[in-house]
Structures are given as structure tokens and as C-alpha cells.
């Protein structure tokens, strides 16, 4: 294999190779980080921090009218529990969960934060077209 170091008219060092091993460096890059991505994940959960849904979990998840009454139901507190401790009324939320209004991104960070979730977790899937 043939690898040439040269410099760029600015003096900055840089190498020449070919594509087939710059494409493999790149695979073994992406592998690293792919790891260090299913260690961190492994830690949280060992943690605690993170949990995962098993297949009946995913399906409640797709049964549920959003995202956000699936995880409400899950922690086991009630539509007005809810409503009182983001300090908004019920039937706004009741309207929130079931699809008909928007939560904007600082009250689903509310929700998120007293579900112990990520927000994005709270986002609906998007309908399809």
C-alpha cells in the first residue's frame, strides 16, 4: 500500500492513501464509537438510569394515545398529578395526550424531567404519509 505525507501549500502536514484503506479506517472509527455508545449504555443501566421496554412494554407504548400517557401511566401517576406538577390545566394535558395539541418544547421538557425520560421520548412518531 502506498501512503504519501505531504504538505498542503499552507504548510498543514497531510497524507495521501488509498480509498479502500481510508474507507476501512473509517469502518473501525465508526465501530469504536458504536461501542463506546453500547458501553455507556450498558453503565446506565447497570446504573439504573435507563431502562429498557420489553415487547409487551412496546406494544402499550403503540397502543397508547401518545408517548407521554404511555410514560405517565408507566410511573403510575395520575392525568391531574400530572397537570398540577407542570402547573397546566388537565383538560390541556388531557388534549396534549391524546394528540390534539402540542406540548411547546419547554413544557415537554417539564414532562420529561418529572417522568425521569428523555423529551424525545415524549414526541409522538410522525404520521405517515
Known amino acids: 500500500m502506498t501512503i504519501v505525507r505531504t504538505q498542503t501549500p499552507s504548510g498543514e502536514a497531510i497524507v495521501i492513501l488509498p480509498e479502500a484503506e481510508f474507507e476501512r479506517l473509517r469502518e473501525l472509527a465508526e465501530d469504536t464509537l458504536d461501542a ?55 383538560d390541556w394535558l388531557a388534549a396534549i395526550e391524546r394528540g390534539e395539541r402540542l406540548a411547546d418544547p419547554a413544557l415537554n421538557g417539564r414532562f420529561a424531567t418529572i417522568l425521569g425520560v428523555d423529551a424525545e421520548d415524549l414526541m409522538p412518531e410522525p404520521a405517515e404519509a
Open 36 to 90: 463506546r455508545s453500547v458501553d455507556a449504555s450498558e453503565a446506565r443501566l447497570q446504573a439504573g438510569t435507563e431502562e429498557l421496554l420489553d415487547e409487551a412494554d412496546l406494544d402499550a407504548l403503540r397502543a397508547a394515545p401518545s408517548p407521554l400517557a404511555f410514560w405517565r401511566e408507566r410511573r403510575g401517576m395520575t392525568a391531574d398529578a400530572l397537570a398540577q406538577a407542570t402547573a397546566i390545566p388537565s
